[in-house]
Structure formats: C-alpha cells, structure tokens
T-cell receptor, first 115, second 112 residues
C-alpha cells in the first residue's frame, strides 16, 4: 500500500470549474512531485517542490497552479481546464537528500475528466 | 530523440518464459536507475533499483552498463501476475533538484 495519499481518486469537472487535487505523505520526504499521465503514455513531470520551494516547472500552463503548504502536503489547483487535460494525475515524493539513490514513491493518483 | 527509450513492445509470452527488456538513456549525467511496474489504471510501483554491479531480486535481474548507457531487466519463469507495463526510470540530479525521467514503457502480457 502506498504511503502517499491522494484525494480525490476520481474527479469530473467542467471547463469553468475550480477544483483542487490533494496529496499527503508522512514519510518525512522533502521533495514532492506532480506528474500527468495520459493513457498508454509514461508519466510526464509537471512540477517539483524541494523543501517546500518550487524547483522545477516543466512549462505547465497557468491553469495548473501547484502549492506546497508544508513538507507533508502538496496541492494542485485547477482552473479553466480543457478536455485535453483529462488524465491521471500522480503525486510522488522522494527523500529530497543529496544522495544519488533517491527513490520515487507514488500515490494512487486522481483520474480527472474535463467535460 | 527521447532521453529514455525502451523496447516498443508489447511482449506476449507464455507462462514460465524468460523475457528481457532493454532501455537506453541519452544523458550521461544520469545518476541512478530504476525499473518500475505499472498495472492498468494504477500508479507506478518501484520494482527494483539498478546498480552497476547488477542486482537480482528473486526472478528479476537488472543490469546497468554506464559506458553504453544501457539498462536491462530479465524476468525468469514468468507468472500471469507479471503482466504489466515496465517503465525504465532514470534520475538526473540537477541544481534544481531530482528529476526522474520515465521511458515510454514496455507492456508485458503473460499468457496461460
């Protein structure tokens, strides 16, 4: 069972809605990630937070807004999404140390459908 | 060219078969390497890390060749439960932090 918890598991929203995806981990990890995964494709990195600071933003449209309120929580705020944004959104965490053997642990994801 | 490439698949093999997956990466600054498995509509789960000396975990053996920038995964005595997509993952740590890059995945179906 994953120690990274994501809510909700499923979300259907209209293009004018505002919603948020939530992610929580209690492993003491200091790096947290958002990935987007379309069907039959690998996960694509969206954002990385390291020690609660946004360290990587992979040119994600501004309709996706990440937030890291503390070291255990990661949110993804959604506004004015398009149908092509429908995908599985995965949160992940890693230790965030300088070690080279960091491992990535995923939550079970939020399956998002934009109508 | 993608940073991480894998055999396109899918691989359809009978139970008990041995199957090998290949992966290559282009960024020589890559530091750590992994195989993840992903079941349909589930999250990726770490299968094993890959070390230069090669490592084994039960029926699974992983190899890394840094000079050739090549990673492999061997599954012996395939089980039905091995059916999944296998993702090669490379981590290149940069100034900005850890960056785990995923290959496109290779789908395996083990048939009875």
């Amino acid at each position: 069972d994953t120690e990274v918890t994501q809510t909700p598991k499923h979300l259907v929203m209209g293009m004018t809605n505002k919603k948020s995806l939530k992610c929580e981990q209690h492993m003491g990890h200091r790096a947290m990630y958002w990935y987007k995964q379309k069907a039959k494709k690998p996960p694509e990195l969206m954002f990385v937070y390291s020690y609660e600071k946004l360290s990587i933003n992979e040119s994600v449209p501004s309709r996706f807004s990440p937030e890291c309120p503390n070291s255990s929580l990661l949110n993804l705020h959604l506004h004015a999404l398009q149908p092509e944004d429908s995908a599985l959104y995965l949160c992940a965490s890693s230790q965030g140390s300088v070690a080279t053997n960091e491992k990535l642990f995923f939550g079970s994801g939020t399956q998002l459908s934009v109508l | 060219r993608k940073e991480v490439e894998q055999d396109p698949g899918p691989f359809n093999v009978p139970e008990g078969a041995t199957v090998a997956f290949n992966c290559t990466y282009s960024n020589s600054a890559s530091q750590s390497f992994f195989w993840y498995r992903q079941d349909c509509r589930k999250e990726p789960k770490l299968l094993m890390s890959v070390y230069s000396s090669g490592n084994e975990d039960g029926r699974f053996t992983a190899q890394l060749n840094r000079a050739s920038q090549y990673i492999s995964l061997l599954i012996r005595d395939s089980k039905l439960s091995d059916s999944a997509t296998y993702l090669c993952v490379v981590n290149r740590k940069s100034y900005y932090g850890q960056n785990f890059v995923f290959g496109p995945g290779t789908r395996l179906s083990v048939l009875p």
